[in-house]
Nanobody, 116 residues
Framework: EVQLVESGGGLVQPGGSLTLSCVAS????????MSWYRQAPGKGRAFVAS????????NYADAVKGRFTISRDNAKNTVYLRMMNLKPDDTAMYYC?????????WGQGTQVTVSS
């Protein structure tokens, strides 16, 4: 069945960079838009970024616009989130999901902690 497996999280200093990966399997990856969401401790799950199936168009939350970049490699069934100039408020569990506005499958998440 559909699987989405995130990786690349870790501990980084404020101002640092990190790139997350999400490897998809068991579905036609290139037919679907993909999204990243995050959930900070004690908060609800919040939208981060989305990308169309062909990688041509994007959408970003205001909080990350200009700092994060979503991309995908359909040949590798992988979607990425490049995070730059990280801030403590970016600390969260980051989740990969299938879809743009309708999200029907989620990964298990990867933890990003931004702290000095």
């Amino acid at each position: 069945e559909v699987q989405l497996v995130e990786s690349g999280g870790g501990l980084v200093q404020p101002g640092g960079s990190l790139t997350l990966s999400c490897v998809a399997s068991a579905f036609a990856f290139s037919n679907y838009p993909m999204s990243w969401y995050r959930q900070a401790p004690g908060k609800g799950r919040a939208f981060v970024a989305s990308i169309t199936n062909d990688g041509a168009n994007f959408n970003y939350a205001d909080a990350v616009k200009g700092r994060f970049t979503i991309s995908r490699d359909n040949a590798k069934n992988t979607v990425y989130l490049r995070m730059m100039n990280l801030k403590p408020d970016d600390t969260a569990m980051y989740y990969c999901a299938r879809g743009w506005t309708t999200l029907d499958w989620w990964g298990q998440g990867t933890q990003v902690t931004v702290s000095s």
